[in-house]
């Protein structure tokens, strides 16, 4: 019997961390620090800050006056109604409509019974590596990730092409959850819609992190130091720093590196597949929204019966019409980040959704007669 097999959900995080150093080799402790948390942080330095900013020049926008209550909560108040915010939660969205989306399996059920194209995807115990191994030999290329309880790319493997690869990916979703889900990889480019009442009110076009060479530091180094970066700059380059985990490993084994390889001067190299770690250079704003992915997200948001969401699309034309498409939606989140759409290439170019949910919570906010503070 395996470790993760006999020591429950702690064995299974413990057994993909090895796995992990057998990859990487031998280490210093300074590289290990740096390269082999197991995850992000819950809440990166800066980010209570910036969605507290975010959403007081929100309220500034609309006139709106913002009163700071204990725990980091912000009440707005306008025209005798008020809401309140935390981070990027907001009181649009019932439990059980959270609940629903944040289960991979039965969101997908969901979607693609009302006609929303999905990938084709299996539901199985991280265990059962027989019926994985079937559908990886039926798809040729998948993507392996918990199916529940997670965001931000967690316990996700993309590219996963081999039997040995597969086992590896199976292992490290089950870090986060027994259930494991496998899709058929889609290709193309990705894009995040912000869906908000059925109408999309936000998309950016979005690349995985890369690092660039310089002839003297290894891809390790590169990323470290794009990590420092980021921290030094509070969030505003980036909210989650670049975890190197085994979807970073096959992403560099595909392009033929390894962590300790050097670059070329001038290299640009993705470092995931996954996208949801890249830096704010990396989302470009898509405005007007194509039609057919407006489409996608009203039809999602339909599907799921919720009022604030965020779709990721991937395409090979966002254009094109959703009859002949090939457009596939990889994921659906309740409760969405929307610093996302604000840390772009081209800041003049984000759309003001922080205003646009505000605006909505306001018109439907408590009667301020109807409520009380200490």
Known sequence: M????????????????????????????????????????????????????????????????????????????????????????????????????????????????????????????????????????????????????????????????????????????????????????????????????????ASIKRTPPHVVGDAQHTVAALIANENHRRAEAAGALGLWPIRVDLDCLLTLERSGLSLQSVLDDGRAERVKSAVNENAAEDNETVDPVPAPLAALGRRAAEALGARLLSVEVITQDAHEDLATSDAQVIEVNTTPGILCHVQVADPSTAAPVAELVLATLLKEGQSEALRTRP
Request: net charge positive.
């Open 2 to 201: 395996t470790l993760a097999s006999q020591a429950g959900k702690v064995g299974r995080q413990l057994s993909m961390q090895v796995d992990l150093v057998r990859s990487i080799g031998p280490l210093t402790a300074w590289r290990w620090k740096q390269l082999l948390a197991p995850k992000a942080p819950v809440r990166p330095p800066g980010r209570e800050r910036l969605y507290r900013e975010l959403w007081q020049r929100a309220g500034e926008a609309l006139a709106a006056t913002c009163a700071e209550l204990p725990g980091g909560f912000l009440e707005f108040t306008k025209e005798g109604r008020s809401t309140i915010v935390w981070s990027n939660l907001v009181p649009l969205d019932d439990p059980v409509t959270l609940k629903l989306a944040g289960n991979k399996p039965m969101a997908h059920a969901l979607l693609e019974r009302c006609g929303v194209p999905m990938m084709p995807q299996l539901a199985v115990s991280w265990r059962a590596i027989g019926p994985a191994q079937t559908f990886l030999r039926q798809h040729g290329v998948v993507v392996v990730k918990p199916a529940t309880s997670t965001g931000r790319g967690t316990g996700v493997t993309c590219g996963v092409r081999t039997d040995e690869a597969l086992q590896r990916a199976l292992r490290r979703a089950s870090g986060w959850d027994t259930e494991v889900v496998l899709e058929r990889q889609a290709v193309g480019t990705e894009y995040r819609l912000l869906v908000l009442d059925g109408d999309t009110i």
